[in-house]
């Protein structure tokens, strides 16, 4: 048995879905640029709607598209927002931030951390610029700054996961439960058993999972 992620662009599709479906959701806004934060409004009837269906919500905390290198202004407002979406009862927040040399923006994330108020962090789908050299030092970096989700794809090209497996289960292996590695990026309602099967991931995540 494994969890199945949907992406969603606001609140499209939300209400056409069942926690049979589907267990969690991953809300954000503008998702031709990759998804970036949601609205007050979206956030807050998004989560009232999706709790009374069981399902849970993980919110994007991401000002704007493009890389995720940030400057001080934007790390700002990524606090407000993140401050905003724990008022708004959301289970999960989605970061992703990175330094010129796309290595994890170490005083970033302390700077944001405090705002978080201790709810559950995903690393966003940003950690496939992470060069594969530095993955491995990522993980267990954010394992201790508490993260408990990474999405990836195993490769920021862009190309078929599939043709990442071997890369995704040498990172899944050196993880081994200490946190939890979700594959996306290509993945659908209709090939995520078989990329299951073939790298034992207990979550999945699209825009097309259900």
């Given at each position: 048995?494994?969890?199945?992620?949907?992406?969603?662009?606001?609140?499209?599709?939300?209400?056409?879905?069942?926690?049979?479906?589907?267990?969690?959701?991953?809300?954000?806004?503008?998702?031709?640029?990759?998804?970036?934060?949601?609205?007050?409004?979206?956030?807050?009837?998004?989560?009232?709607?999706?709790?009374?269906?069981?399902i849970t919500v993980a919110t994007m905390i991401?000002?704007?598209?493009?890389?995720?290198?940030?400057?001080?202004?934007?790390?700002?407002?990524?606090?407000?927002?993140?401050?905003?979406?724990?008022?708004?009862?959301?289970d999960y927040l989605v970061l992703g931030l990175?330094?010129?040399?796309?290595?994890?923006?170490?005083?970033?994330?302390?700077?944001?951390?405090?705002?978080?108020?201790?709810?559950?962090?995903?690393?966003?789908?940003?950690?496939?610029?992470?060069?594969?050299?530095?993955?491995?030092?990522?993980?267990?970096?954010?394992?201790?700054?508490?993260?408990?989700?990474?999405?990836?794809?195993?490769?920021?090209?862009?190309?078929?996961?599939?043709?990442?497996?071997?890369?995704?289960?040498?990172?899944?292996?050196?993880?081994?439960?200490?946190?939890?590695?979700?594959?996306?990026?290509?993945?659908?309602?209709?090939?995520?058993?078989?990329?299951?099967?073939?790298?034992?991931?207990?979550?999945?995540?699209?825009?097309?999972?259900?």
């Amino acid at each position: 048995m494994f969890i199945k992620e949907f992406c969603a662009e606001n609140l499209t599709e939300l209400f056409s879905l069942t926690s049979e479906k589907v267990q969690r959701v991953e809300l954000c806004d503008n998702l031709a640029v990759g998804g970036t934060t949601p609205s007050y409004g979206v956030i807050k009837e998004a989560a009232r709607h999706l709790h009374e269906k069981n399902i849970t919500v993980a919110t994007m905390i991401r000002p704007r598209g493009g890389n995720f290198v940030y400057n001080d202004l934007e790390l700002r407002v990524m606090e407000e927002d993140i401050l905003q979406a724990v008022e708004l009862e959301t289970d999960y927040l989605v970061l992703g931030l990175l330094t010129k040399e796309n290595l994890l923006d170490h005083d970033g994330i302390q700077f944001l951390l405090p705002a978080t108020k201790g709810l559950p962090l995903v690393f966003h789908m940003a950690f496939d610029s992470i060069p594969k050299t530095h993955q491995k030092e990522a993980i267990d970096e954010l394992i201790e700054y508490g993260f408990t989700r990474i999405l990836l794809h195993g490769s920021d090209e862009k190309n078929d996961i599939f043709n990442n497996i071997d890369h995704l289960n040498d990172l899944i292996n050196y993880a081994d439960g200490r946190i939890e590695l979700m594959l996306g990026g290509g993945v659908t309602a209709e090939n995520c058993n078989d990329l299951v099967k073939k790298t034992k991931v207990t979550a999945v995540h699209g825009t097309k999972i259900n």
